[in-house]
């Protein structure tokens, strides 16, 4: 059963008046049949303008998608990679934040922060996130109830990204509420203003926190950033901060999605579930299958830079480019079965992560995360009983299910 079957479906031949642009659309309906009338009839769709928002291309295919992430060059990312900041046109980190920095100064900027992410990194990292989901479960197992949102995870991915910022434990509380609020919303009435006032204090945090470890040697990314340099030159304090910024972001919330996701998922598929708990689906594909299911990151955007055909259509130099992961990672051309949650499905070439030179950085650390929820489950707790309605985020970036009210019994 799909997660999202617990909403309404929206009716596919309402889709000429679809706002995909809406976060209550995402948040409070179940958009498969849409997606899948859009990848039969209208694999290349334009969506029309709606109120102030100018119109934008929508693509839903596996294989669309994969050759818009590929191309940087035709399908840029410096107007913004998300329809927020495409469709005001510009994105203010344009050039200083990866995820919004095409060619040479993208791939050097990422080396940096890759080379900083090393082995032993990884291995110390994943001893911290184990050991931390395992108390964390102990704990939702005590208490019995819980939300594993709040309770569970929330308290991981935020806490795994600190560590490789050293952001102080105190401090770790204020981050997570405005990176919460920043980019989605666990509220309807969440505003644009809301997000930008919580964008502008995490910017202002990470300025001051840079400054201070400016000529510091320590081997966190904060002090790594803050001192090194491109080409002989340092960068710019902007360029430290925004970057700072895209790794609270990527990673908070996404992977609290995905965890929460996990859960849900299983409690779903009592066989799927069982299955995992004898040991006859691998980890590894389980993981794989939890991220295609999930897909925090609902579409991902571009500005097409030359005239290009996609999906059956042609694309003109300046229009807006939307891909949907949503459908993508559902597309019936690539996936068996698509509808169905398989934890030992292989091959599984989702695209949760995108593709391409801005494939997510911090992909590594989700799947640690989700492999260390996963064993926690399998080897701690016998039975998942969702006790209440689970909440949606409200957001047309990110999707999924933020809050589950669950009662965890232990082995
Ligand atoms: C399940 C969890 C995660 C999901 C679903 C996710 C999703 C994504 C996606 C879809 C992109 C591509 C953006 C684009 O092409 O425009 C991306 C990029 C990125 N992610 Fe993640 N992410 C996750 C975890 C993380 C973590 C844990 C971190 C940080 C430690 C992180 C940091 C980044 C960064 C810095 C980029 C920009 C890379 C670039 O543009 O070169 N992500 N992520």
Redesign the pocket.
Known sequence: MRVSQLLPELDPDQVETLDLTSPTVHAEHDLSAVWRRLRSDHPLYWHPPRDQNPGFWVITRHADALSV?RDSQRFT?TSG?VLETLLVGSDSATGKM??V?DGSR?TEV?RI?TTALTPAVFDRLEKRIEGQVRQLMARALERGQCDFGDDVAAQV?LA??CD?LAVPDADRPYIHRLGSSSVSSHEPAHTTTNAWTSKNEILAYFIELAEERRGGSGDDLVTILANADVRGRPLGTDEIVF?CY??IL??DE??RL?MTGAVLALAENPEQWQELQRGEAGLDSAVEEV?RWTT??RH?GRLATEPVEVGGGRIEAGDVVTVW?ASANFDEREFSHSERFLLDRTPNRHL???YG???????R??RI??AATLTALRDMVAGIEVTGSPKRVYSNFLGGTCNLPVLLKAR
Not at 357 to 363: D, E, I, K, R, T
Request: net charge positive.
């Open positions: 992430f990312s990679n990866l995820a920095t993208h990422r922060i991915p795994t990204i490789m970057n895209s790794l990527g990673g996404t992977t995905a991220l925090p990151s991902l992961l949760t992560f995108a030179p801005h494939f997510c950085l911090g992909a650390l989700g995360q989700l």
